[in-house]
C-alpha cells in the first residue's frame, strides 16, 4: 500500500486558506510559493484543494508519460466547461484518445515545421512597426496581438485584421469570468446572471463572430488547417 505524500504549501488561514493572497496577487503568490516550497505546491481555497506543478519533469509526467493517472474531471475544470466545453482540456478516457488522435497530425513535428516561416514574418512585421514607432509599448497587450495574429494565420490561412483588439477584448472577458470563478469557494450557478457573467455572455459571442467570419473565409483556401479537424477535437 502506497502512503500518500502531501505536497508542500503556504499555511494560510484556518477557514479560508490562501484565497485571500490568491485573490489579492495571484501572480506574486504563486512565484513567491514555488520560490519557497519547490516544484509542487499544495494550495487551498477554502474547501478546494490546488497543486501548482511548475517543473519541465513534473508538466511531462501529467501530460505524457503518466496522463492516465491524472483526471481532468475536476471541480476546477468543471468550471472551464463553460468557456472551452467538452474539448481535450476537459475530458477524460476514451473520449480525450479520441479528440487527441483526430488532432495529432495538425500539430505534426513535420506540420509545425512548416509554420515557422510564417511565425517569422508575423514577428518581424510587429518588430518593424515597434522600431517606426516614437511612443512607448506595453507589452503585455502587443504580445497578446502578435499571439492572436500568429494563431489565426496557422489554424485559419487568413490575417486576423482588423478583429485583433475585439478578438482580445473578448478573450480577456472570458478567461477573466473563468478566473473568477476559479477564485471563488462557492461557485453561482453560471446562469444567473452578474456583470462578470454579462460580460461573459458578450466576449463569446463575439468570439464566434469573429470565428465564424475566420472560418468562412478559411473555407476556399488550401493553405489552412483543416477546421473541420479542430472542431471534432474541441477545438471548435
Known sequence: MVTPIRAPGPRGLPITG?????KADSLRFLLASREQYGDVVRIRMVHLIIHMVSSAE???????????NYLRTTPTNARLLDVVGPSLLTTDGKDWAQRRKAIAPIFSPERCQEFIP????????????WRAGTGEISVNPALMELTLAIMTEVLFGVPIGDDTTRLESALSAILAHHWRRVQSPND???????????????????LCDIMGRLKQACEPRSSCCDFATLVRAGYG
Open 18 to 22: 490562501q484565497l485571500w493572497w490568491v
Open 118 to 129: 510564417l511565425i517569422g514574418r508575423i514577428t518581424d512585421e510587429m518588430a518593424s512597426r
Open 58 to 68: 513534473g508538466v511531462q509526467q501529467i501530460l505524457k508519460t503518466k496522463h492516465a
Open 188 to 206: 453561482l450557478p453560471h446562469r444567473i446572471p452578474n456583470p462578470s457573467r454579462r460580460a461573459f455572455n458578450n466576449g463569446t459571442k463575439t
